[in-house]
């Protein structure tokens, strides 16, 4: 016979271990749910960071008004900040007995503000060799505040880039081919060439065209070797001559750019010694991309006079005429594939021809070092859109030649 009792006890203890075991089943549900919770607030705060970010650092998309694709960036912003920039290092190891040198060229930082939807301000800090302490610098490449009244008129003022060649308003690493810039657009060319001033720029029908007065050229800084050492950069700048700058590009042809720069100005500066120094440069420039195929060409020439003064003064033979031209092709070689890559592999070729003596004063004897014949091969490979990695051969006709590796990144 059972005892009352003890099978209310019994009855008791099991619905007792049922409760538990449901209160342990919820808790472990409830637990799971907190997990998930968890892992979905911090999904959701990454989020935010990422659209915070973006929001001050958007994504590098096209070239816009002839400026790198990292420096448009401010352009495609409604309203607010904007923050970019490019870098790129370099190995180099030439055929004379110098050491090889390792070198981090540049560090750039892009600012922006876009104040509202017609004015905007732009700005370039670079940073040079790693170091002041070791022949580097940190100076201001450009910046300009600019009003926007239309695609066919805008107006720019500040620190603007001379608009010639191809290289001097977008020279971001992962634009050109080459660990080096072409000779040309550093000698005759002096990129990056900066001044002070001021000019509009727009599109209209097609044509893409840009008119600035800039501060002119120091001609004190002319050498037999080109027009470079004459930059002022903008800094302290004599400004008792001013220059004339236009550029016009035609781009209504998918694929093709053609186009010719001009500068119009006295190099004197004031300095009675020096005359006046009347300087003419002007470039023509075209540029097709087909599929992976892109062909560039670019032809520059600069004139001009008061050499036999400077020679006077400075006992340096100044070409009264400088000329040069180069011609390059690469191809991409993951555009021959059946799917789109996002990678880019592309072998080049550029060969270039600089004279800085091609015409000297009639009292002055030219020297045959200053002409050069330069063929340049190499290989670009972009793993990423915004990352490249460069190598590259030189071969001079006169000078040394010269093997180069480099990385540069741009965002």
Known sequence: ????????????????????????????????????????????????????????????????????????????????????????????NDSTNSPAKADFVRAVLYFGYKFDERWVYNSEIEFEHASTGENGSASVEFAYLEYHQSDALNARAGLLLAPMGWLNEMHEP???????????????????????????HGSLSGLDYKLYAMGGLDGAGFSAEGLRGGRQKGSKALAEDIALVGRLD??????????????????GQGDASLGDISTTIYDLHGEYQWRGLRLRGLFVQAE??????????????????????????????????SQKSEQQLIPFVRYEHIDTHAQVASSLTADPDQEDDIVTMGLNWLPIQNIVFKASYQDFDRGADRFQLSLGYVF
């Open 250 to 267: 035609y781009s209504a042809t998918p694929g093709l750019v053609v186009g010719a720069s001009a500068y119009f100005g006295d190099s």
């Open 1 to 92: 016979m059972h005892h009352p009792s003890a099978i209310c006890a019994l009855a008791l203890l099991a619905g007792l271990g049922q409760a538990q075991d449901s209160t342990l089943r919820r808790l472990d549900t409830l637990e799971a749910e907190n997990e998930k919770l968890h892992d979905q607030i911090e999904a959701l705060a990454s989020e935010v960071e990422r659209f915070e970010m973006r929001d001050i650092m958007p994504e590098v998309g096209e070239s816009r008004f002839g400026m790198g694709p990292a420096a448009s960036k401010v352009y495609a912003r409604e309203q607010g900040l904007s923050v970019g920039g490019y870098g790129e290092a370099t190995y180099t």
């Open 304 to 337: 001009l006079d008061d050499t036999e003064q400077i020679f006077a003064a400075k006992m340096m033979v100044v070409g009264a005429e400088m000329q040069g031209y180069y011609l390059e092709a690469g191809y991409d070689l993951f555009s021959l594939g």
């Open 174 to 200: 992962t634009t050109y081919y080459g660990a080096s810039r072409p000779e040309i657009e550093r000698r005759i060319l002096p990129s990056t060439w900066r001044e002070n001033g001021f000019g509009i």
